[in-house]
């Protein structure tokens, strides 16, 4: 599967931003759906998974109650909601695919390119 990640900008603390995830060349929904981010100078991190179905969802601490996952499976496409933003929250967040996915960084998961989010204080 092919993952296209956009949305990304400038933002300041305090601010929103809405990123997506378009996927493409195999059956969406076959697929649970999750963002990771890398800040500089520091590994790729779990932000948030969702299952195929969407029935279920999880998040890393650091963003809960702040960052909404969610997908539409007829648009195959993941989104992530990001409200309350931080400068720490400043990362370049990539979108992954797999039938399994975990909160585990895994080589053989199907990645999106990335999509810079920085947040000014």
């Known amino acids: 599967v092919q993952l296209q990640a956009s949305g990304g900008g400038l933002v300041q603390a305090g601010g929103s931003l809405r990123l997506s995830c378009a996927g493409s060349g195999r059956p969406f929904a076959d697929y649970g759906m999750g963002w990771f981010r890398q800040a500089p100078g520091k590994e790729r991190e779990f932000v948030a998974r969702?299952?195929?179905?969407?029935?279920?969802?999880d998040y890393a601490d650091s963003v809960k109650g702040r960052f909404t996952i969610s997908r539409d499976n007829a648009k195959n496409t993941v989104y992530l909601q990001m409200n309350s933003l931080k400068p720490e929250d400043t990362a370049v967040y990539y979108c992954a695919a797999d039938p399994l996915l975990t909160s585990r960084v895994d080589d053989d998961y199907y990645w999106g390119q990335g999509t810079q989010v920085t947040v000014s204080s």
């Open positions: 969702i299952t195929w179905s969407g029935a279920s969802t």
